[in-house]
């Protein structure tokens, strides 16, 4: 079972920025699609970004284009979302999924299609 630990996360103001890093317990890494959600109280879990298993691929959701960066280091086990021009609407939970071990490089965009899961790191942004 691998295990993803994500860190990073914080309160900042409107306007400043978070890189938000999440590492996999697993040394085929490389072999996962990777995607980032997150969770505000009293509402369901949302699809903010997600990286194919190289990197070549990613996709967000509409309201964090321009804002946000899905990125991963393969040799540090490591996916990381650098977050820009930071909302009070983005306060929430953020997660970090994993589905692999894969030879496909597929993105996945449903919190379903992912078989493993971080326990979280919370954002807090400051009107």
């Known amino acids: 079972q691998v295990q993803l630990v994500e860190s990073g996360g914080g309160l900042v103001q409107a306007g400043g920025s978070l890189k938000l890093s999440c590492t996999a317990s697993t040394r085929t890494f490389s072999m996962y699609a990777m995607g980032w959600f997150r969770q505000a109280p009293g509402k369901e879990r949302e699809f903010v970004a997600t990286i194919s298993r190289s990197g070549g691929s990613t996709s967000y959701t509409e309201s964090v284009k321009g804002r946000f960066t899905i990125s991963r280091d393969n040799a540090k086990n490591t996916m990381y979302l650098q977050m820009n021009s930071l909302k009070p609407e983005d306060t929430a939970v953020y997660l970090c999924?994993?589905?692999?071990?894969?030879?496909?490089?597929?993105?996945?965009?449903?919190?379903?299609?992912?078989?493993?899961w971080g326990q979280g790191t919370q954002v807090t942004v400051s009107s």
């Open positions: 999924a994993g589905r692999g071990p894969t030879t496909y490089s597929n993105i996945y965009v449903r919190a379903s299609e992912y078989y493993n």
